[in-house]
T-cell receptor, first 109, second 115 residues
Framework: GQNIDQPTEMTATEGAIVQINCTYQ??????LFWYQQHAGEAPTFLSY??LDGLEEKGRFSSFLSRSKGYSYLLLKELQMKDSASYLC??????????WGAGTKLIIKP | DVKVTQSSRYLVKRTGEKVFLECVQD?????MFWYRQDPGLGLRLIYF???????EKGDIPEGYSVSREKKERFSLILESASTNQTSMYLC??????????????FGDGTRLSIL
């Protein structure tokens, strides 16, 4: 079956770094997406990886290892506004997204 | 910026009612999607549409139908609402792109309660 696993909840301190992991099993693979969702709001696109390696976008970076079925989202210099849920989604061979349940990130001062 | 608008943020309906959830996007996107989001579960795809008049079943289509009469509008219909359809419903749209790997853009969601 197809499956996306990510931690349910994580806590980090303002100004610190946090890594949110995601493992995936999909029928075929056409890339992996990360979205951010603040409570009561729409998910917003953060990153897309299809090749192995690290992609950096400002304070956020996303990493992919296709051989390990593994990705992570790295958030640096955490700010209170980064408190949100982070959704990992793998795209299968039919270009359909398989979504994880999301990781709720709590930032403490 | 892409704007995806869902007609209601909160909706309360009764069991057995026919419920319409409306979604409109303003960027001429061809692909549109309906998901439901429940605590502890990932987004689950109900229906999607790759063009006007076209519709495809997603992973959980039972109890739902859709309508895509115009490119910008994608409607989700609960034929006879039941309490297990109480959920957050999210609409999304996407440019198809060369390989369908363009990101989806979401509306703010409709929190539907069926009593």
């Amino acid at each position: 079956g197809q499956n996306i696993d990510q931690p349910t909840e994580m806590t980090a301190t303002e100004g610190a770094i946090v890594q949110i992991n995601c493992t995936y099993q999909t029928s075929g693979f056409n890339g992996l997406f990360w979205y951010q969702q603040h409570a009561g709001e729409a998910p917003t696109f953060l990153s897309y990886n299809v090749l192995d390696g690290l992609e950096e976008k400002g304070r956020f970076s996303s990493f992919l290892s296709r051989s390990k079925g593994y990705s992570y989202l790295l958030l640096k210099e955490l700010q209170m506004k980064d408190s949100a849920s982070y959704l990992c989604a793998g795209m299968d061979s039919n270009y359909q997204l398989i979504w994880g349940a999301g990781t709720k990130l709590i930032i403490k001062p | 910026d892409v704007k995806v608008t869902q007609s209601s943020r909160y909706l309360v309906k009764r069991t057995g009612e026919k419920v319409f959830l409306e979604c409109v996007q303003d960027m001429d996107h061809e692909n549109m999607f309906w998901y439901r989001q429940d605590p502890g579960l990932g987004l689950r795809l109900i229906y999607f549409s790759y063009d006007v008049k076209m519709k495809e079943k997603g992973d959980i289509p039972e109890g739902y139908s859709v309508s895509r009469e115009k490119k910008e509008r994608f409607s989700l219909i609960l034929e006879s609402a039941s309490t297990n359809q109480t959920s957050m419903y999210l609409c999304a749209s996407r440019i198809p792109g060369d390989s369908h790997t363009q990101p989806q853009h979401f509306g703010d969601g409709t929190r539907l309660s069926i009593l």
